[in-house]
């Protein structure tokens, strides 16, 4: 079908030659099947031209006026009607009783006028001129500001345009005498009827577009003109296809594989093959790639991968041998894809022998997609990377078709020369126009990779270790000079970000609103779910709302690796400049993303940025109050008092710049966490000042926020932060530089030393019947409770009399009183877990060492903390000491 769009003189050779051959075809096998009776769809273009070219008044056209006007002016319109005039004479040349006599069918034919109607073409330049002209009104009235309708023509035809015939009408009488035939719907009903299913289409194309705005223009802007095709495009899918029957059971198994994929290739291919889409006609190239030393394959020359796809229909075939380790996929997609390219190809399909492809008409969904995408970045068409979707490794971009437009800006590399072996080839295209919101995985366009995908492979998985960093940044780079020099508008790049969460919970309350977040439309973002809890009931859910989405990753550890290992895990899967790190139990802000990209554009060298993580209200209750007074909370809201140079930030809510690899979570840090994130920012920033010129440490960001709930729900559990400390104790050994020795012990190594010489006093009273030893067994047993009252003592004072420690509100009165006792207790835990962490990993000389941990970056920290416990030792002294002199006033 098409309108003016198509059936013009530019298309005059094309549209004779297909339709006639379509027409024959269709003749032959009804005549060979015996069909009784066959219908013939011709049109109203076999009228001449001459009786329609009246702008005064209207003409209408019957049946005979074909045969009755043998002059100059009989010409039919273009050669659309031509042919459909000389099938006509030849269907009546078959109404012979000697042909009726070897059971042709009886022919019938009729002409069709101006047809139009719900479910008809309405756009990319098929359509006719009802739909063009609503689509238009339709656009102008509801979509956009402006005032001027485009009409093909000069306006005074009486129908169709941009010039075909002036003047064209149908006269209905034979068909009202012969079928008692007359329209259903008048022309105002039929053009109302076809305008509201229009708008319902548009609106459906609307919601597509709600969150890309200027897409959507731009969209509107190319709905408003209608279009010439040219019918001899020809596009050719070059179908790189690496073979080997290497890590397989038995070698013949490899070309059952081939079959299979031959056989869906051909399936899927007919309908763009055949048919085309929107003029263009599609041909498939297949290259083979064979391993120099796989006997199966040789000798080349009619080997039998080429007999298999033959037998299945392709012919234009390509093999080349490759001499190189196996399971060298890249290298071999890399020297396909350079002939492929000399050879003109249009489009490259970095295929393997043992997929199946499961969607019809992949082709002209791909040339669809990259014209989608050349529309709305205003960049040439081919400018990007559209993949299939895997149904065997759901969410991860692979099996892209790469434009031209790619070998053009890479010299005909597809992938940098000697990179890549057999992995990361094709998250590197992903990646590298994923900078500019062009890479797009097709939901709908499927394939099934039988060996391989997120299952074991025939031969050895050998990843790059450092291409999401140089190599990527290089190409990027270059991408970003191309498009310079190539592009009339600058399309800019946009700030790619990934947000990382390890989650053991799987609580969707939490995590969906994190996969949600309202994104910049200059801001491209994945969010990777690092599951750690192989068994949990809600991974099922999340894998079926999110799988077939490329920029959401939901990853499975095998088992439970704790939260540095997940963290890792993200890294590696991520790609982008920035990474956002949180936990599974956070609220973030809906600004979140906005406020990223305020801030990194305003600290372009940071190495990262502390977010503020907040708690609810500590009012609530005494436990809550202790916490905030415990000091436990103390660096989740840093990032409000402190600007510059932040000495770290808690995973909870933490902004990293992606530049090296190595700078990864150390796993000697407990699983449930742990002094891992201190560890990290440290590494972080040193590294990152170290290697990079101009940077800076890590900066505060107060306005990117997240609500992060008490934990256990606000109910008491000392035991959560004895694990913590148990972990971030390791630092001490770890960080020489940033530890000071005590002038005094701390309540749990002084608590610790009392119990030891209760025991030891305890023993020689067993054997030494002294009153003096019986009174130091008494006061000793005594200084135990009084560790505790004498940190009690000491941190009421220093709440009462330090303003600071009132920055956050707490409970009031008497249960003010009773949280800063709690506060004590909460400390002395995390004490106690330091000790008994240093103890299990045997780092005895760190005993009486602390941690600095603002690390040499506030002056008058490690002093305070030494007179905070020196002050604790002299009330516990000072409490022994009346306690002495009580026990004897008593015996006296």
Same mark, same amino acid.
């Given at each position: 079908?098409?309108?003016l769009?198509? &059936?013009?003189?530019?298309?005059?050779?094309i549209?004779?030659?297909?339709?006639?051959?379509?027409?024959?075809?269709?003749?032959? +096998?009804?005549?060979?099947s015996n069909i009784?009776k066959f219908?013939?769809?011709?049109?109203?273009?076999?009228y001449?031209?001459g009786?329609?070219t009246?702008?005064?008044q209207?003409?209408?056209?019957?049946e005979?006026?074909?045969w009755n006007?043998?002059n100059?002016d009989?010409n039919?319109?273009?050669?659309?009607?031509?042919?459909?005039?000389?099938s006509?004479?030849?269907?009546?040349?078959?109404?012979?009783?000697?042909n009726i006599?070897h059971?042709?069918?009886?022919?019938?034919?009729a002409?069709f006028h101006?047809?139009?109607?719900?479910?008809g073409?309405w756009y990319?330049?098929?359509?006719?001129?009802?739909?063009a002209l609503l689509?238009k009104a339709i656009?102008?009235?509801?979509?956009?500001k402006?005032?001027?309708?485009?009409?093909?023509?000069n306006?005074?035809q009486r129908?169709?345009k941009?010039v075909g +015939?002036?003047?064209r009408?149908?006269d209905?009488t034979?068909v009202?005498?012969?079928l008692?035939?007359?329209p259903?719907?008048?022309?105002?009903e039929?053009?109302?009827?076809t305008?509201l299913?229009?708008q319902?289409?548009?609106?459906?194309?609307?919601h597509q577009?709600?969150?890309d705005?200027?897409g959507?223009?731009?969209?509107?802007?190319?709905y408003?003109?209608?279009?010439l095709?040219?019918?001899?495009?020809?596009?050719?899918f070059?179908? *790189?296809?690496?073979?080997?029957s290497?890590g397989?059971?038995?070698p013949?198994?490899?070309l059952?594989?081939?079959?299979?994929?031959a056989?869906?290739l051909?399936?899927?291919?007919q309908?763009?093959?055949?048919?085309?889409?929107?003029?263009?006609?599609?041909k498939?190239?297949?290259?083979?790639?064979?391993d120099k030393?796989?006997?199966?394959?040789?000798?080349?020359k009619?080997n039998?991968?080429e007999r /298999?796809l033959y037998?299945?229909?392709?012919?234009?075939?390509?093999?080349?041998?490759?001499?190189l380790p196996?399971?060298? &996929?890249?290298? /071999?997609?890399?020297g396909l894809?350079r002939?492929?390219?000399n050879?003109?190809?249009?489009y490259f399909?970095?295929?393997?022998?043992d997929?199946i492809?499961e969607t019809?008409?992949w082709?002209s969904k791909?040339?669809?997609?990259y014209r989608k995408i050349?529309i709305q970045?205003?960049v040439?068409c081919g400018f990007?990377?559209?993949?299939f979707?895997?149904?065997?490794?759901?969410?991860?971009?692979?099996f892209?078709?790469i434009g031209?437009?790619?070998?053009?800006i890479f010299?005909?590399?597809v992938?940098p020369?000697n990179?890549?072996q057999?992995?990361?080839?094709d998250?590197?295209l992903?990646q590298?126009?994923?900078?500019w919101?062009?890479?797009?995985m097709l939901k709908d366009v499927?394939?099934?990779n +039988?060996?391989?995908?997120?299952l074991?492979?025939?031969?050895?998985?050998t990843?790059?270790p450092?291409?999401?960093f140089n190599i990527?940044d290089?190409?990027?780079n270059?991408?970003?000079?191309?498009?310079?020099?190539?592009?009339?508008?600058?399309l800019p790049k946009?700030?790619?970000?990934d947000?990382?969460?390890?989650s053991y919970?799987?609580n969707?309350k939490?995590?969906e609103p994190? &996969?949600?977040?309202?994104?910049?439309?200059?801001?491209?973002t994945t969010?990777?779910?690092?599951?750690d809890d192989?068994?949990?009931?809600n991974?099922?859910?999340l894998?079926?709302?999110?799988d077939?989405?490329?920029?959401?990753r939901i990853?499975?550890?095998?088992?439970?690796?704790?939260?540095?290992l997940s963290?890792?895990r993200g *890294?590696?899967?991520?790609?982008?400049?920035?990474?956002?790190f949180?936990d599974?139990?956070v609220i973030?802000?809906?600004?979140?993303?906005f406020e990223?990209e305020?801030i990194i554009k305003?600290h372009p060298?940071?190495?990262?940025f502390?977010?503020?993580?907040?708690?609810p209200?500590?009012t609530?209750?005494i436990?809550t109050?202790a *916490?905030? %007074?415990?000091?436990?909370?103390?660096?989740w809201?840093i990032?409000?008092i402190w600007?510059?140079?932040v000495?770290?930030?808690?995973?909870?809510?933490? *902004?990293v710049r992606?530049?090296n690899?190595?700078v990864l979570?150390?796993?000697i840090?407990?699983k449930?966490?742990?002094g891992e994130d201190?560890?990290?920012?440290l590494k972080?920033?040193?590294?990152f000042?170290e290697?990079?010129?101009?940077?800076?440490g890590?900066?505060a960001a107060?306005?990117v926020i997240v609500?992060h709930?008490?934990?256990?729900?606000?109910?008491?559990?000392?035991?959560?932060f004895y694990?913590?400390?148990?972990?971030?104790?390791a %630092? #001490?050994?770890?960080?020489p530089?940033l530890?000071?020795?005590?002038i005094?012990p701390?309540?749990?190594e %002084?608590?610790?030393?009392t119990? %030891?010489?209760?025991?030891v006093t305890?023993? /020689?009273?067993?054997f030494t019947?002294?009153s #003096? /030893?019986?009174?130091?067994? +008494?006061?000793?047993f005594?200084?135990?409770?009084?560790?505790?009252?004498?940190?009690i003592?000491?941190d009421?004072?220093l709440?009462l009399?330090k303003?600071?420690?009132k920055?956050v509100?707490t409970v009031?009165?008497?249960?003010?009183v009773?949280a800063?006792?709690e506060s004590?207790?909460?400390r002395?835990m995390s004490?106690?877990?330091r000790?008994?962490?240093?103890i299990?990993?045997?780092e005895?000389?760190c005993i009486?060492?602390?941690?600095?941990?603002?690390?040499?970056?506030r002056k008058?920290?490690?002093k305070e903390e030494?007179?905070?416990?020196l002050?604790?030792?002299?009330?516990?002294?000072g409490?022994m000491i009346?306690?002495f002199r009580l026990?004897?006033?008593?015996?006296n």
């Amino acid at each position: 079908m098409g309108g003016l769009g198509v &059936i013009n003189s530019k298309n005059n050779f094309i549209i004779y030659r297909e339709n006639h051959v379509m027409s024959l075809n269709i003749f032959e +096998v009804s005549i060979h099947s015996n069909i009784d009776k066959f219908f013939y769809a011709s049109s109203a273009c076999v009228y001449p031209c001459g009786k329609q070219t009246n702008f005064n008044q209207d003409i209408k056209l019957n049946e005979f006026d074909t045969w009755n006007c043998i002059n100059k002016d009989s010409n039919p319109q273009e050669s659309y009607g031509a042919e459909k005039l000389c099938s006509e004479i030849f269907l009546s040349s078959l109404r012979n009783p000697e042909n009726i006599a070897h059971n042709f069918p009886q022919f019938k034919i009729a002409r069709f006028h101006n047809v139009y109607g719900e479910g008809g073409t309405w756009y990319g330049g098929r359509e006719k001129v009802p739909a063009a002209l609503l689509r238009k009104a339709i656009c102008l009235n509801k979509y956009t500001k402006e005032n001027m309708i485009e009409i093909w023509g000069n306006g005074k035809q009486r129908r169709s345009k941009p010039v075909g +015939v002036n003047n064209r009408n149908s006269d209905n009488t034979l068909v009202n005498e012969y079928l008692n035939w007359s329209p259903k719907y008048s022309i105002r009903e039929g053009m109302k009827k076809t305008s509201l299913w229009i708008q319902q289409e548009l609106e459906k194309q609307h919601h597509q577009y709600k969150d890309d705005p200027i897409g959507w223009n731009e969209l509107i802007s190319s709905y408003l003109e209608s279009k010439l095709i040219v019918l001899n495009n020809e596009i050719t899918f070059g179908v *790189l296809l690496p073979i080997t029957s290497r890590g397989l059971p038995k070698p013949e198994n490899c070309l059952e594989n081939l079959s299979n994929f031959a056989k869906s290739l051909y399936k899927t291919s007919q309908q763009d093959i055949q048919n085309g889409f929107s003029g263009i006609n599609y041909k498939i190239k297949i290259y083979i790639g064979i391993d120099k030393n796989d006997s199966l394959f040789h000798p080349i020359k009619n080997n039998p991968a080429e007999r /298999i796809l033959y037998e299945h229909g392709f012919t234009d075939i390509d093999t080349t041998e490759f001499d190189l380790p196996p399971g060298s &996929i890249c290298e /071999i997609w890399r020297g396909l894809t350079r002939k492929a390219y000399n050879d003109n190809c249009d489009y490259f399909v970095l295929f393997g022998d043992d997929i199946i492809i499961e969607t019809d008409g992949w082709m002209s969904k791909f040339y669809e997609a990259y014209r989608k995408i050349s529309i709305q970045n205003k960049v040439p068409c081919g400018f990007g990377c559209v993949t299939f979707t895997d149904t065997s490794f759901h969410g991860f971009p692979t099996f892209p078709v790469i434009g031209r437009v790619h070998l053009d800006i890479f010299n005909g590399d597809v992938l940098p020369m000697n990179t890549f072996q057999n992995q990361d080839g094709d998250p590197y295209l992903f990646q590298t126009y994923r900078r500019w919101g062009c890479s797009i995985m097709l939901k709908d366009v499927k394939i099934n990779n +039988v060996v391989g995908g997120s299952l074991n492979p025939r031969y050895e998985r050998t990843h790059h270790p450092n291409w999401s960093f140089n190599i990527l940044d290089n190409s990027v780079n270059r991408v970003e000079k191309w498009l310079e020099k190539n592009c009339k508008t600058s399309l800019p790049k946009l700030l790619t970000l990934d947000i990382i969460v390890p989650s053991y919970r799987v609580n969707l309350k939490y995590l969906e609103p994190m &996969i949600n977040l309202e994104k910049p439309v200059t801001m491209s973002t994945t969010t990777i779910i690092i599951i750690d809890d192989p068994s949990s009931p809600n991974i099922d859910i999340l894998k079926r709302l999110y799988d077939n989405d490329p920029f959401v990753r939901i990853r499975v550890n095998k088992t439970n690796l704790g939260a540095s290992l997940s963290r890792n895990r993200g *890294l590696r899967e991520s790609n982008a400049d920035y990474v956002l790190f949180f936990d599974d139990d956070v609220i973030p802000e809906k600004n979140i993303l906005f406020e990223c990209e305020k801030i990194i554009k305003k600290h372009p060298d940071a190495c990262g940025f502390i977010g503020n993580s907040k708690f609810p209200p500590a009012t609530e209750s005494i436990y809550t109050s202790a *916490l905030v %007074l415990s000091g436990l909370t103390f660096f989740w809201g840093i990032s409000e008092i402190w600007d510059d140079d932040v000495p770290w930030g808690v995973t909870a809510n933490l *902004l990293v710049r992606r530049y090296n690899e190595n700078v990864l979570y150390d796993p000697i840090f407990p699983k449930t966490g742990g002094g891992e994130d201190i560890d990290y920012c440290l590494k972080q920033r040193n590294c990152f000042i170290e290697n990079v010129k101009n940077g800076k440490g890590f900066q505060a960001a107060p306005n990117v926020i997240v609500t992060h709930p008490w934990w256990n729900n606000g109910n008491r559990d000392y035991w959560r932060f004895y694990k913590w400390a148990t972990g971030d104790g390791a %630092l #001490i050994y770890m960080y020489p530089e940033l530890t000071y020795t005590d002038i005094a012990p701390n309540s749990i190594e %002084l608590l610790f030393g009392t119990i %030891l010489i209760f025991f030891v006093t305890m023993i /020689i009273s067993l054997f030494t019947a002294t009153s #003096i /030893i019986n009174d130091f067994t +008494v006061l000793t047993f005594l200084s135990i409770p009084l560790v505790i009252v004498s940190n009690i003592i000491a941190d009421m004072h220093l709440h009462l009399t330090k303003q600071h420690y009132k920055r956050v509100p707490t409970v009031d009165g008497y249960r003010y009183v009773l949280a800063m006792a709690e506060s004590s207790i909460i400390r002395m835990m995390s004490e106690f877990g330091r000790l008994m962490g240093i103890i299990k990993r045997k780092e005895f000389n760190c005993i009486g060492k602390r941690f600095d941990w603002f690390v040499n970056r506030r002056k008058g920290t490690i002093k305070e903390e030494k007179l905070n416990n020196l002050k604790k030792f002299f009330i516990w002294v000072g409490l022994m000491i009346l306690s002495f002199r009580l026990l004897d006033t008593i015996k006296n």
